[in-house]
């Protein structure tokens, strides 16, 4: 059966994107999705940005991604998101930017599955979904049947079933009749405290959750050298 991959938020981390990748092709999935944020937070923005193009199927938007473009606005960006822009913008080149600039704000797979950064409701305005109540919203002003989110940066899985809403602990099956909102967390900055690369994996009806050990220790030293902010060296060696 043909499975999918769902990666989000790599923020420009090169060595936790080409582990993520290679274990995907060393399970031989080829129909890969990125939720955003290729960009934003780590050293490697150029490499990051060409393989995503490369490898992926179908990409969506995220805040960091339109934000190094001049496309969405960065005044709510703490001031080291803020700084991480300004030093990544100087970094991509015009086709690079240009790509990110390109990239739509939602995707429609077959299967009925929706791919959207931040919530479905009004994407552009980047609203994060973090709980049971933020996930009902998102799935009442939306109508497919799974969500695939990204933006926390936080692995999770809501289902709304009789208009119930409830968390799902990975890995679970998509039921007849219920609906799914699934925040597929982070390749490159993890912040539920397990600093491994994570992805999610569709299969028929299953859905399961990847964790990836990558070299954390070169990307944090290359974060340093390069004179980002230090605390984003620090942040993804322990994962918050
Ligand atoms: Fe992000």
């Known amino acids: ?3 999918k991959a769902f990666i989000s ?10 582990k993520t990748l290679e274990k995907l092709s060393a399970q031989a999935i080829e129909e890969i999705y990125c939720l955003g944020d290729i960009v934003g937070y780590g050293p490697d923005p150029e490499l990051c940005v060409e393989e995503v193009r490369k490898r992926c199927t179908g990409v969506v938007a995220g805040n960091h ?3 190094v473009v001049g496309k969405t606005s960065i005044l709510d960006f703490n001031s080291i ?3 991480a822009v300004y030093w990544t913008r100087n970094k991509l080149n015009d086709t690079q930017k240009e790509y990110l600039a390109s990239l739509p704000l939602t995707l429609h797979l077959e299967g009925d599955i929706l791919l959207v950064h931040a919530s479905p409701l009004m994407p552009q305005e980047w609203f994060y979904v973090v709980d049971e109540y933020s996930a009902r919203i998102a799935l009442e002003n939306s109508s497919e049947k799974v969500i695939m989110v990204g933006h926390s940066h936080i692995p999770e899985a809501f289902r709304l079933k009789e208009g119930e809403i409830e968390t799902v602990p990975f890995p679970f099956r998509l039921e007849e009749g219920a609906r799914y909102l699934v925040n ?3 390749v490159g900055q993890p912040r539920d405290g397990d600093p491994r690369a994570c992805c999610v994996i569709l299969k028929g009806e ?3 959750l990847e964790r990836l050990a990558y070299p954390a220790e070169i990307t944090s030293n290359k974060i340093r050298e390069r004179g980002l902010p230090p605390l984003l060296a620090h942040r993804i060696r322990e994962g918050w």
């Open 1 to 3: 059966m043909e499975e």
């Open 9 to 18: 938020d790599i923020h420009s981390n090169w060595e936790a994107l080409g």
């Open 65 to 67: 991604d339109w934000g």
């Open 81 to 83: 998101a803020q700084a």
């Open 184 to 186: 597929v967390g982070s």
């Open 206 to 208: 299953e859905v399961r």
